[in-house]
C-alpha cells in the first residue's frame, strides 16, 4: 500500500499559462508548486504556494530556487541548464532532465539527434553564417532556422527562392528542406521513473497564417489508423531515446506521400494539448504533474471530440485587457475559456484558449471558427 | 456585443472546499476571489487573490469585507445576515439574497416556506422545547430537528419510539414524520439576474450509515422519468419561489408510494454536486460563479455517468494528514482525486473527494466501493 503525506516540493522555472494550468491541477492533490519567473505580474503569481520574481537564465537564481525544492520541472526551455545540471547533481529530481532542455535550445543539436537515432525528420544541413546559407541555393526552397532562441515562431523563416536568401540568418542555424505537408499534427508523450509510457492520440493543428502559431487544433486527426500509429511510434521513438522524464509534445508533418516526419518537439505541456484538460481523460497539465513527481500515469484517451481556439491579442492592441464577446460564447454548450491572467495585452500575445467539445467532428470546424470570430482580446486605452 | 474587462471582486464568506474548487473555476476567467474565514490555514489560504482571517458572524468583519468586494456570495449558510443586507442595501450584489439565508439558518421557517408555498415535504409539527416534543409520542417514529445551528448532520435525530424521547432537542426545534423512502435524490438548480433558470440531472446519495453525510453519490439517479420531472420540476418550484440568485442543491426523498418530497435545500455549491467537476458540462462551481456574477448558465447535461466518494478522516485519526491508496487509485482510468488543502485530519472530517466515471453504471457502484476501500485518510503521528 502506498502512502503519501505530500511533503514534496515541486518548483517550476516559469509562470506563465503553462505554469498556470499545472498549478490548477495541482491543487487537487495538494501538491504544493514554486513558481520562479522574471515577471513580478506572471500568471501564477497569485495561485503558487511560493512566488519567486527572478531570472530563469542566472545560475545562482536558479540554485536558490531549487534549494528550496524536491522535484524541479520547467514550462519553457530557456533556463539555466548548468544550474540544473548542479541541482540534479545534487540528488534533486530535475525533470525533464537537464541534458534534454540543453538538447531541445539548439535546433541544430535537435536535428543531429533526430538522424543519429533514426527518427524520421526533414532532410536539412547546418550553417554558420549568412555566407553558408548564401551558399546552398540549390537546397531551396527551405526553412531557415536560428539554432539558438527561436521562440512562437521567431528564429525561423522561409527562404522560398534566391531573392529570400538576403535575409538568411547570419549566425549558427540550419536550413531544412521545406516539406510539402499534406497536414501538421502533433503527438503528446509521457514517461515517469517507473518507466511507464503513454501516447495521446494525434491532434491537428491549423497555423496562423502570419504569426507562425497554433490558431486551431482539432482532437482527433483526420488521418488514417496507419498514420496515426505511426506517429505514436514515433513519438514514443523520440522520449526513449531521449530517455526523458515528463511530458513531451511532438509536432509532425504527414507528407502528401504518407510520410510521418518530425518537425519540433517541447518537452513541457505545450498548446497542442490544451484541449485535453476537458476533452481527454487525463490534461496535459495533470499528466505532466504525474510524470514529474513519479505517480501513475493517467489514461491519455480522448472522452469527446474537440476544437481548441488561441485567443491572441488583437493587432493594434496593447495595453489592459478588454475580453469582447465573453458572454456570447459562454452561453453556448460545451465551450471552455480559459484566460491566463495577463494583465497587459499586445498583438499576437497568447492571452486564454477556448476548447469546443462536439460529438460531431465537421460542426466542431465551424464552431471554432465562430468562437475565433466572436471573442476578441482588445485593450481598454 | 458585449465587452468584459473582469474588474469586479468576488468576495466568498468561507474559505473551505467549496471555496477552494469554485477559486479552480474562477481561475478560468481570471475572476479575483477575496475570501473571509475564521481558520489561518483555511483551504482557500493560498490561492485567493486576498485572503481575509475572521469571523462569518461578525458584523464589523463581514461588513469590511463585504465593502471591498462587488458582488458577495458564501459558501456556508451561518454568516452575518444582517451584514450582508446591510451591503445589499449599499448597492452590492449580495447572492444568494441574505433573506434567503436567514431562512435557511432556521430549519422551522425554512419547513413552513415549503408548507406555504405548496412545495411538497414531510409533514412536520413545530416543537418549542423537550416539553413539546414529549407531548408528542402519537407522532413517532419521527426526525427531531433543531431550528439553528445543525450542520452536516449535528442537531438531527432519529426518535424511533417512546424511549427516544428523552433525547429530544431542548430548544426550538421541529418533529418531523420519519418518511419511509425509497431512495434520495439531489437535483442542483442555478438561477441568474438575466432570469435563465438550469437544472441538473438528478443524484443519487447514499449516506453513511452513521456519520450522517454523504458517503456515495451516484449519477444519473436510477429511476423513471416520471419521477424524474416531478424532481426537476420541484427544485425548480424552490428557487423560483425563493426567487434565489445563486446555486440551490435540492435533497429530495422518492417515497415508496412514489412521491417526490423536499428534504433540505442548501443555498450553495453543495457535495451532492461534486460530480460535476468532471461527469457534466459545466460544473456546480462554474455554474455558482455564471450565476452570481450574471453570467449566462452553462448547459447542466451529464457527460459520462459518474459516482463520487468522500474522503473522510478515519476513525481514530487526529492530526498531520497521510494519505494511503493514492496511487493504487491514480492507476486507475476516469479516476479524479480532489483533495481539499486541509493540514489536519479528524475522524468523519471532508478531507477530500474521488469521482469516478465509466459509461457502465452497475460497474459504477463496484468501484466506487472499491475506491473507498483502498484510498484512507490516516494521521501521520
Redesign the interface.
Known sequence: ??????SQILGVLGGGQLG?MLI?SA????QDVYILDPDENAPCK??A?KFTQGSLKDFDTVMAFGKECDVITVEIENVNTDALQALADMGKKVFPQPHILKLIQDKREQKQFYKENGIPTAEFMLTENKEEVLAKKDFLPAVNKLGKEGYDGRGVQILKSEEDLENAFDAPGLLEKLVDFDREIAVTVARNERGELVAYPSVECAFHPTANLVEFLFAPAQISPEIEEMAQQIAKAVILKLDMIGILAVELFVTKEGKVLVNEIAPRPHNSGHHTIEAN?TSQFEQHL?SVMN??L??P?L??PAAMVNLLGEEGHTG?????????A??E??V??????KKLTKPFRKMGHVTV?DENVETLKKRAQRIKDLIKIKS?T
Open positions: 500500500m502506498t502512502q503519501s503525506n505530500q498556470r490548477q491543487i487537487n492533490y495538494n497569485d495561485i504556494q481523460f504525474r505517480w501513475p493517467g489514461d484517451g472522452r469527446t489592459p485587457v478588454l475580453v469582447e464577446g465573453k458572454d456570447e459562454l452561453a454548450k460545451g471552455y475559456i480559459h484566460m491566463y491572467g467539445l481598454t
